[in-house]
Every structure is written in structure tokens, then in C-alpha cells.
């Protein structure tokens, strides 16, 4: 049996059975491939369902879309935190941070160190220094100073000295 597209194409002795029969492999080859990609289709269609299952049967992508969201106010809350401590740290600078107490007995009849001076300093060792003298008659007489950049408006007196001091020492003890 003689076929003119074989022959047409150099295949004039070719017998039409062996044709047959490497079509037939290659179709065999063919479907078991077919199979093959098949399975491992499928396999990747379960890996993504379940994949994209979430809990209580959310989608994943519902769960990425709010992680992202919750992501969103907690960089807010951050910033509004790191705005709100700056705020803070300004006003502490002008805060009472530093204290010295001093306690002494005035005059040598009285006992009891009833007279006392007390320093009041922030961050830049401004404030007030209040001198509490205890007279021998049980009358008090209490005095004020001002203090700017830890200099006194008005020279302070030993025990006043001492307060002061120990307001300077108090931050780090």
C-alpha cells in the first residue's frame, strides 16, 4: 500500500503497522504523563485549599488583610506612644526630680533637730530651697530662695548648703 503524503515526504517505504505502533507508544506515553501531572495537580489543588483554609474558615487572604490592618493601628499606637513620651520627657525636665532634706537644731537649748532645710530642684537644678528655723520659744520662721541653673538669688546659709547638696547628690543615688 503505497501513500502519496509518504511519499512526499521521503517515507514511501514505511510500513503503515510500525506507524501505527510508535503513534501508539507515544500515546501511552502521552496519557501516563497526562496521569502523572494530573496527580501531582491535584495534590497541589489540596496544598492550596488547605492552605487556604484559616481558622473557622476564614481565607487566608481574610487572615493576611487583617494582620495587615492590626499591623496598620499598632504602627498608629506606636507612634502616638513615642509622640506621647517625648511630650513627657519635656515636661519631667521641669518636674521636681531632685530633693535634699537636712534637718538640724537651730539654736544649742532647743533638742530635737526641729529646724529643717528642704531643696526643691528640676532637671536643670532650678527650684527653691525653704529654711524652717524652730526658735526656742516654739515659734517657727520659715524663708524661701530661689534657685536658677543651681545658683541661689540669695547666699545660702551652711544648713541651706547642706540641703542643697544633697538635692544635687540625690539623682544618683
Do not use: W
Not at 496544598?47 to 498608629?76: T, W
Not at 520627657?89 to 530635737?112: C, E, P, W
Amino acid at each position: 500500500m503505497e501513500s502519496g503524503i509518504f511519499s512526499a515526504i521521503g517515507l514511501a517505504s514505511l510500513d503503515p503497522a510500525i506507524l501505527f505502533i510508535v503513534l501508539l507508544v507515544l500515546l501511552i506515553v502521552v496519557f501516563v504523563l497526562f496521569i502523572l501531572q494530573s496527580k501531582k495537580l491535584k495534590n497541589l489543588e489540596r496544598k492550596y485549599n488547605k492552605f487556604m483554609q484559616g481558622k473557622e474558615a476564614e481565607s487566608l487572604e481574610e487572615e493576611i488583610v487583617g494582620i495587615f490592618h492590626n499591623n496598620r493601628a499598632i504602627k498608629a499606637e506606636n507612634d502616638k506612644n513615642r509622640k506621647d513620651i517625648i511630650d513627657i520627657n519635656k515636661r519631667m525636665a521641669h518636674t521636681v526630680q531632685k530633693i535634699g532634706l537636712h534637718k538640724y537644731d537651730a539654736f544649742d537649748q532647743t533638742g530635737g533637730k526641729l529646724s529643717y532645710a528642704i531643696c526643691f530642684l528640676d532637671e536643670e537644678d532650678n527650684g527653691i530651697l525653704i529654711n524652717s528655723v524652730h526658735s526656742a520659744d516654739g515659734i517657727n520662721y520659715s524663708y524661701t530662695k530661689d534657685i536658677t541653673a543651681g545658683v541661689a538669688d540669695v547666699e545660702l546659709t551652711g544648713e541651706e548648703r547642706k540641703a542643697f547638696d544633697l538635692a544635687l547628690q540625690s539623682v544618683n543615688r
